[in-house]
């Protein structure tokens, strides 16, 4: 008997060699599609590995081929990034879901899990957020997301497809070093070394962090919920945040050092306060976050002192 084929996009991302293990260990076969414009050539054990880019007809038509379900990864990788080239994030997210639509769409494809990001919101909602919560995105990247959604709502119910919008993922893979990489393991690399911390702003806005192997675990919740999504958002997030100020103070307490802190003004896009309200992935997908944020940073800790 063979098993069904998941179509990853973004496979050779953070997040997506995550989604591979975990959707290896469930049973799939995996599709592992990457243009590895940012992610790493490293293997990806039991995929089929092909090279393309899915923003294109060709590229979304050869990764839908044969496929059972699609989860699309794949997109522009950051606000600060976005702001300087909104043509490329555009590219990069809207138009490759676009692609992948037609593509599924064409193949009698039923479930596309699409990872959107909880920068839909902006600054509108009162947080914790909840998935009808007013959306006001404030950057390119933000933009491209919703602009993705709103086409995969579109697409039922011939497609059905749910928009996982997943708030700040963090873990052990995730690149320190990157021109735009993300908070965590800046903190966590330059705390390890006795390195100063750039704060930007007061230090007082607030994120919801989930480890990267509970995003990976809502991916695969998502793909074998029983019951129909048809486009509809759902948080994906561990419901508790944290300031900026006490995120680094934490970072220091485990890695056994006093952080060397200097702030800068704000940054253009970013989002002042940020929580989720985690009730729907719950009932939904019977999805709930178990790392808390003190063991997840312990583990990414542990991993960037060997890496």
Known sequence: ????????????????????????RRGWALRAVDNFSAGSREPLPGAEIIEADVSTAAGAEL??????????LAAFSSVPRSLA???????????????????????????????????VYGDAG??????????????????????????????AP???????????IYGPGQRPDATYAAAIPQFCRRILRDEEVT?????????????????????TAALEAGRRFDGAPVNVASGECVTINRLVALVGELAGRRPRVRHE?????????????????KSWMDFQAAVPLREGLRRTLAWLSGH
Do not use: W
């Open 85 to 119: 080239d909104p043509d490329q994030a555009r590219r990069d997210t809207e138009q490759s879901t676009l692609e992948l639509i037609r593509a599924a769409s064409a193949r009698g494809i039923g479930r596309f899990v699409f990872a959107s990001s909880s920068s």
């Open 1 to 24: 008997m063979h098993k069904p084929i998941v179509l990853i996009t973004g496979a050779a991302g953070f997040l997506g060699r995550h989604v591979c293990a975990a959707l290896g």
């Open 199 to 219: 704060i930007y702003g007061d230090g007082e806005q607030t994120r919801d962090f989930l480890y990267v192997e509970d995003a990976a675990l809502s991916v």
């Open 265 to 281: 003004g704000e940054r253009r896009g970013d989002v002042r306060l940020s929580q989720a309200d985690v009730t729907r992935a």
């Open 158 to 168: 011939a497609l059905d497809a749910v928009c996982l919008r997943f708030f700040n």
């Open 63 to 72: 990764a839908c081929r044969g496929a059972s379900a699609v989860v699309h």
């Open 126 to 155: 009162m947080p914790p957020v909840q998935e009808d919560s007013p959306l006001a995105p404030k950057s390119p990247y933000a933009q491209a997301k919703l602009a993705s959604e709103v086409h995969l709502r579109q697409a």
